[in-house]
């Protein structure tokens, strides 16, 4: 009867175990699953992914557009000149 009990308590302590590590580890888990299910998809076509027609400088604008407005603070340079250069 001890080594049923010492199975079946081993079995649940294995059972809770993976648990906490999906629960922990999850968004992890699903960017591994859904890649795996991608890769193998024999009707997946990487080139057909909405991410790869972004253009790679969303902030670009040709002459005939207006130019879009920088979302990051501008940087003031101080007046003095004799603000001491950090080396490092």
Do not use: H
């Not at 079946?8 to 922990?24: D, H, K, R, S």
């Not at 888990?29 to 009707?43: F, K, T, V, Y």
């Not at 057909?48 to 557009?65: I, K, M, Q």
């Amino acid at each position: 009867m001890g080594a049923i009990t010492s199975a079946v308590i081993a079995i649940a302590g294995v059972v809770l175990g993976w648990i906490a590590i999906e629960i922990a580890c999850k968004p992890c888990l699903e960017q591994g699953r859904d890649a795996i299910d991608r890769s193998l998809n024999p009707d997946y076509d990487p080139d057909d992914a909405d991410n790869v027609r972004a253009p790679l400088n969303p902030n670009f604008t040709s002459d005939l557009e207006e130019p879009s407005p920088d979302p990051r603070p501008a940087i003031v340079a101080p007046s003095s000149s004799s603000v001491p250069i950090k080396a490092v």
